[in-house]
């Protein structure tokens, strides 16, 4: 077994959705087959909480490709909609917890909610991905810091390109905020940093 950081097949099974939704199936195994990881095509992992070599330059590698073929704000676009199909799979599965957490939230001041929700986005993200999440508040900012980022790995880029992970954030946020929020990826391990590192801006109505 690898030492490399993994993800359990529910998560990187999540991605290769995620892409099916928002380019098709033949998208996405054209972008495995460039990346180097063509036994995934009509292969995805099982929807199961095992690690089995589901390792996190994978997610890289197929971002990385999604950026030769389309370009940086070509690429933008496309992984932040894959973000934000994540999430959703992921809310859709544990849909009575969030029914619960959302009626909840309903009675909490707006940066209380959010920092509800980006606390358990950070346990659920540690639970199926080998990453160490770090949510902070500074006044009326957040930020949320992840060590391990799945999307980065082994790539140096010149500006951040975590898109997948701010498309990420944007959807489990929106039952707290309404989609008001601005989030910038203000420090990218791609351009050299220890950690990817996201600030969250409030835009209230």
């Not at 999440?133 to 951040?160: G, M, S």
């Not at 390109?161 to 990826?185: D, K, N, P, W, Y």
Request: contains cysteine.
């Amino acid at each position: 077994m690898s030492g490399e950081p993994q993800a359990t097949g529910k998560a990187y099974r999540a991605f290769l959705l995620g892409l099916d939704d928002v380019i098709g199936a033949h998208g996405t195994a054209m972008l495995l087959r460039r990346g180097g990881i063509a036994q995934y095509i009509g292969n995805y992992p099982p929807n199961t909480e095992e690690r089995n070599g589901y390792l996190l330059r994978y997610f890289s590698r197929v971002t990385q490709e999604l950026f030769d073929i389309y370009g940086a704000r070509g690429a933008r676009a496309i992984v932040q909609r894959v973000g934000r199909a994540q999430a959703s799979r992921g809310l859709e599965e544990s849909a009575a917890l969030v029914s619960v957490a959302r009626a909840a939230m309903k009675l909490m001041p707006l940066q209380q909610r959010v920092t509800m929700v980006l606390e358990r986005a950070g346990r659920a993200l540690q639970d199926q991905i080998d990453v160490v999440v770090r949510a902070t508040r500074d006044h009326d900012l957040f930020y949320v810091e992840i060590q391990h980022c799945p999307y980065c790995v082994d790539w140096k880029n010149d500006t951040p390109v975590c898109f997948a992970m701010i498309g990420f954030l944007h959807r489990v946020l929106q039952r707290a905020t309404g989609g008001s929020e601005t989030i910038e990826e203000v420090e990218c391990c791609a351009k050299g940093a220890a950690a990817c590192r996201y600030r969250i801006t409030l835009n209230p109505e």
